[in-house]
C-alpha cells in the first residue's frame, strides 16, 4: 500500500504540474485574446470615427457640389442672356451704321444742293449787277432825253407826245426745284419789290403752268410754294416766273 502510494504521489504531482502548466498556458492565452480583441475593438472603433469623418466630409462635398451646380445654372442662364444682348448690340450697331451711312448721304446731297444753290446765286447776283448797270445807263440815257426834249419845248419846237410802256410784269427764273419738300426758289427778290404771300405765276415757254405762293423773300431770290397738287411734278429748272399773268 505504502508501495502504490509512493508511486502515484510522483505521478500526481507532475499531472497536477502539468495541469498548472496548461492553467498558466491558459490564462496567458486568454489574457492574450482578451488584449488583441479590445485592441481590435480599439481599432474598429478607430476605423469607425474615421468613417464617421470621411462622410461628414462627403456630405459637404455632396452639397459643395449641389451649390456649384446652382451656381453653374445661373452662370450659364446669365451667359445665356448675355450673349443675347451682345447678339441685339451687334443688330443695333448694324443698324446704327446703317443710319449713319444714310445720314451722310443724305449731307453730302444737302452740301451739293447747297453748293449748287450758291452757285447759281452768284451767278444771279453778277446778272443783277449786270441789270443794275444797264438799268443805269439806260435811266441816265431817259435823263439825257427828258433834258433834250426840255430844251427842245422850251425852244418852241413842237413834238409828239412820246409815250414810253413800262412792262408791269417782273420776269424771273426758277433757280432750284425741291421735289421731296415741295417748293421753288426762284431769282426775284426784294429788290424786285417781292412781298412775302405774293402770288407769282409760272410759265414754261408761252405756257401757263400755275401759281406760286411766296414763302421767303431774300435780296436776290424767293422762296415759294405752288399752288396745286401737280405743278411741283411739272415744273423745272430755268422756267419763267412773272409778277402779273
Do not use: C, H, W
Not at 419789290?193 to 405756257?207: A, E, S
Amino acid at each position: 500500500m505504502n508501495i502504490r502510494a509512493k508511486t502515484v504521489t510522483p505521478i500526481l504531482i507532475v499531472l497536477i504540474a502539468v495541469l498548472l502548466v496548461l492553467a498558466m498556458s491558459s490564462l496567458l492565452l486568454l489574457k492574450k485574446e482578451k488584449d488583441s480583441k479590445a485592441a481590435v475593438e480599439k481599432r474598429l472603433e478607430q476605423a469607425e470615427g474615421i468613417v464617421g469623418s470621411l462622410q461628414a466630409k462627403l456630405d459637404e462635398s455632396n452639397k459643395l457640389v449641389l451649390q456649384l451646380n446652382e451656381s453653374k445654372k445661373d452662370s450659364d442662364g446669365k451667359i445665356e442672356m448675355l450673349t443675347k444682348e451682345i447678339a441685339q448690340a451687334k443688330d443695333n450697331t448694324s443698324t446704327l451704321v446703317a443710319e449713319r451711312d444714310s445720314l451722310k448721304s443724305e449731307l453730302e446731297a444737302i452740301k451739293a444742293s447747297k453748293d449748287d444753290i450758291v452757285g447759281r446765286l452768284n451767278t444771279a447776283q453778277k446778272d443783277l449787277e449786270e441789270v443794275q448797270v444797264k438799268l443805269k445807263s439806260v435811266t441816265q440815257q431817259k435823263d439825257a432825253l427828258d433834258k433834250q426834249l426840255k430844251d427842245l419845248e422850251a425852244a418852241g419846237v413842237q413834238l409828239d407826245k412820246i409815250v414810253v410802256n413800262y412792262s408791269e410784269s417782273t420776269e424771273g427764273q426758277v433757280m432750284t426745284v425741291n421735289k421731296e419738300y415741295n417748293f421753288i426758289v426762284a431769282g426775284l427778290g426784294q429788290r424786285d419789290n417781292i412781298q412775302l404771300g405774293q402770288m407769282l405765276y409760272l410759265y414754261q415757254g408761252d405756257n401757263f403752268i400755275g401759281e406760286l405762293k411766296v414763302e421767303k423773300v431774300e435780296n436776290a431770290m424767293s422762296v415759294a410754294t405752288p399752288v396745286g397738287p401737280d405743278i411741283i411734278s411739272v415744273v423745272k429748272e430755268g422756267d419763267t416766273v412773272k409778277t402779273k399773268k
